[in-house]
């Protein structure tokens, strides 16, 4: 028995800083931030569980499901709400769901470990589930430092993931992580991001190429096979370096982060929802996740799009 993506949808905050919002008080610039990272604007506003449930609302919307028809939740986030307790029992508490629900921090990785880990829990008896990425790094980002507060944005995005598909839903995946660069990309408690940026740069790059090669030949595919790439909305010179080496063309990546910046786990299922309410997915298609993060942990997968043996 299979699963399927049945459901997608994301929220935003409406309060959007531009470049030039920087370039007023720091010293930056358009230009500079746009070359560097592809970013021009981001979202800042709202708590992680107000954009969850919102995302998870629109979701659901799209599933044709209620919250009660929810049987596990996973919130995925670097951000949480509160130290004590997850911020999945106040999203859990709004939607309305039914059994279980924790939150899973593998920073921008994040989401695709979530998904991987549903989607088991559904092959373990679960019967719905809601994935969420859901981040508000503004605030744990030093808005007068221009080396980080340019690259961060506030955002969330969810999916419905439903048991009984005949087709398996994750073709396959490839998790990890290498603690020992933890010093590369941190933040205290009640501190501010961190970040070796150049560092970091280079081991994403290294990172998530590993991790794709490895992924594409765990489920027998080329890049070629892929109809879709959504990798993690960091800096488009990463995604860029990425591709050429893989083989994956830019026409065939879904990219968000020009309006959204760098949404840690809310990134990929943000530019996830967005190609497929723009029906850049179709039923069978190939889709190719990845993603890196403080950790430093990585996480890619090859899922199949579709619904085929659903009941509804
Ligand atoms: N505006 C103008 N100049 C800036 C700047 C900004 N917003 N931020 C940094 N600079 C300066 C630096 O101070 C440095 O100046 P110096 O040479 O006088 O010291 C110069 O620009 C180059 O900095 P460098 O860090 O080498 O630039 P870069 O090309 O590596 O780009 C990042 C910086 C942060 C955009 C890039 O390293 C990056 O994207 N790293 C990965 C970040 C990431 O993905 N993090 C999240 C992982 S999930």
Same mark, same amino acid.
Request: hydrophobic content about 45%; charged content about 20%.
């Given at each position: 028995m299979g699963s399927a993506i049945t #459901?997608?949808?994301? %929220?935003? =905050? +409406?309060?959007v800083v531009t470049n030039d919002d920087f370039a007023a008080r720091l010293d930056t610039s358009d230009e500079w931030i746009v070359a560097r990272t592809g970013i021009r604007q981001r979202r800042m506003g709202g708590t992680t569980s107000e954009l969850a449930i919102d995302a998870g609302r629109a979701a659901l919307k799209v599933a044709d499901l209620d919250g009660a028809d929810i049987d596990l939740l996973v919130l995925a986030t670097t951000t949480p709400d509160q130290t004590i307790p997850a911020t999945s029992s106040a999203v859990h508490d709004a939607l309305g769901c039914r059994g279980g629900a924790f939150d899973l921090n593998a920073a921008c990785a994040g989401f695709v470990y979530a998904l991987v880990t549903a989607d088991s829990l559904l092959h373990a008896g679960h019967h719905r589930a809601?994935?969420? /990425?859901? $981040?508000?790094?503004?605030?744990?980002?030093?808005?007068? +430092?221009?080396? @980080?507060?340019?690259?961060? !944005? &506030? /955002?969330?995005?969810?999916?419905?993931?439903?048991? #009984?598909?005949? +087709? $398996?839903?994750?073709? %396959?995946? &490839?998790? #990890?992580? &290498? #603690?020992?660069? @933890? =010093?590369?990309?941190?933040a205290d408690h009640g501190g501010y991001i961190h970040m070796e940026g150049r560092e970091v740069f280079r081991r994403a790059v290294r990172a998530e190429l590993e991790s794709i090669e490895n992924v594409l030949?765990? %489920? !027998?595919v080329r890049p070629d096979d892929i109809a879709l790439f959504v990798p993690h909305q960091a800096n488009v010179r990463i995604i860029e370096a990425v591709n050429q080496r893989v083989g994956l063309s830019m026409?065939?990546?879904?990219?968000?982060? $020009?309006?959204? /910046?760098? @949404? *840690? %786990?809310? *990134?990929? =299922?943000?530019a996830l929802a967005e190609a497929a309410d723009a029906g850049r997915v179709a039923e069978g298609?190939?889709?190719?996740?990845?993603?890196? /993060?403080? !950790?430093?942990?990585?996480a890619s997968a090859v899922i199949r799009w579709g619904r085929r043996g659903l009941p509804r």
């Open positions: #459901g997608w949808g994301e %929220a935003l =905050p +409406d309060h809601l994935v969420i /990425g859901s $981040e508000t790094l503004s605030k744990v980002t030093d808005q007068d +430092d221009r080396s @980080t507060a340019v690259l961060f !944005g &506030d /955002g969330a995005a969810a999916i419905v993931l439903e048991a #009984g598909a005949r +087709d $398996e839903l994750v073709l %396959a995946y &490839d998790l #990890g992580v &290498d #603690g020992a660069a @933890t =010093p590369l990309l941190y030949s765990r %489920a !027998g026409e065939r990546t879904a990219l968000v982060l $020009e309006r959204t /910046g760098n @949404t *840690s %786990a809310a *990134s990929i =299922p943000l298609d190939l889709v190719l996740l990845s993603g890196f /993060g403080a !950790g430093m942990t990585w």
